[in-house]
């Protein structure tokens, strides 16, 4: 029998099924370059769990930061919490709405 050494929230909870349809969403910025609002164009359908939500950037622009996580009720995605603006953002950042990554959660997995 194995030992699990890292608490499993440390690594996430592993989804139980993938989405049967994936969430999208759009940002939008204000004067200063942070975003302000996102609003999910499509929820999706069939999530287990929220998905991991992520943000472009232009690294030529120095624009970057933005953080936040969505929410879900009766698998879909219904909304996305700003926890963080970003900064100098010259126009809206992509929203990505991604699988939270699997990994092994054994001390010989390599990814730690």
Same mark, same amino acid.
């Given at each position: 029998?194995?030992? %699990? !050494? +890292?608490?499993?929230? =440390? &690594?996430?909870? !592993?989804?139980?099924?993938?989405? #049967?349809?994936?969430?999208?969403? %759009? =940002?939008?910025?204000?004067?200063?370059?942070?975003? &302000?609002?996102?609003?999910? %164009?499509?929820?999706?359908? *069939?999530?287990?769990?929220?998905? !991991? &939500?992520?943000?472009? +950037?232009?690294?030529?622009?120095?624009? +970057? *930061? =933005?953080?936040?996580?969505? #929410?879900?009720?009766?698998? =879909? &995605?219904?909304?996305?919490?700003? #926890?963080? $603006?970003?900064?100098?953002?010259?126009?809206? $950042?992509?929203?990505?709405?991604? +699988?939270? $990554?699997?990994?092994?959660?054994?001390?010989?997995?390599?990814?730690?």
């Amino acid at each position: 029998m194995h030992t %699990t !050494l +890292f608490p499993t929230t =440390a &690594v996430g909870i !592993l989804p139980t099924r993938q989405p #049967t349809q994936i969430a999208t969403a %759009t =940002a939008t910025i204000n004067g200063q370059g942070s975003v &302000v609002n996102v609003t999910v %164009t499509n929820g999706g359908t *069939g999530y287990a769990q929220a998905p !991991l &939500v992520t943000f472009g +950037f232009d690294s030529l622009r120095g624009s +970057f *930061g =933005a953080q936040g996580y969505a #929410t879900i009720s009766n698998g =879909a &995605v219904t909304g996305i919490v700003i #926890t963080n $603006p970003g900064v100098n953002y010259q126009t809206a $950042p992509t929203v990505n709405l991604n +699988f939270a $990554p699997v990994r092994n959660t054994w001390p010989e997995d390599s990814t730690y």
